[in-house]
Nanobody, 125 residues
Framework: QVTLVESGGGLVQAGASLRLSCAVSGLTFNFYAMGWFRQAPGKEREFVSGISRSGASTEYTDSVKGRFTIARDNDKNTVYLQMNSLKPEDTAVYYC??????????????????WGQGTQVTVSS
């Protein structure tokens, strides 16, 4: 059984930082690119960041470039999202997802095979 479990969300003030983690089990972690998505109330789920199988390639949506950093530890089967300088518009449920691919980074929800349950991030102004 494949499980992805996110943690690290919470309520913070604008300008603060959070580090999200996603622990993965039930699959060969280094065969999967990983991604973070978010969904705010009333909005569609959107791509935030992705990382290739080896970690050599990363992608970010424009609104988080320079503030968020994605990383993975293939020994721990875990992917991270370091979020700095948080803004109220970053408020959303954040999901991690796994994408079986041989190279590159997926950016569309349809690219991803497995999803976590999400963790809430709320940024107050």
């Amino acid at each position: 059984q494949v499980t992805l479990v996110e943690s690290g969300g919470g309520l913070v003030q604008a300008g603060a930082s959070l580090r999200l983690s996603c622990a993965v089990s039930g699959l060969t972690f280094n065969f999967y690119a990983m991604g973070w998505f978010r969904q705010a109330p009333g909005k569609e789920r959107e791509f935030v960041s992705g990382i290739s199988r080896s970690g050599a390639s990363t992608e970010y949506t424009d609104s988080v470039k320079g503030r968020f950093t994605i990383a993975r530890d293939n020994d721990k089967n875990t992917v991270y999202l370091q979020m700095n300088s948080l803004k109220p518009e970053d408020t959303a449920v954040y999901y991690c997802a796994a994408d079986w691919r041989t190279r590159g980074v997926g950016v569309f929800t349809a690219d991803f095979n497995y999803w976590g349950q999400g963790t809430q991030v709320t940024v107050s102004s």
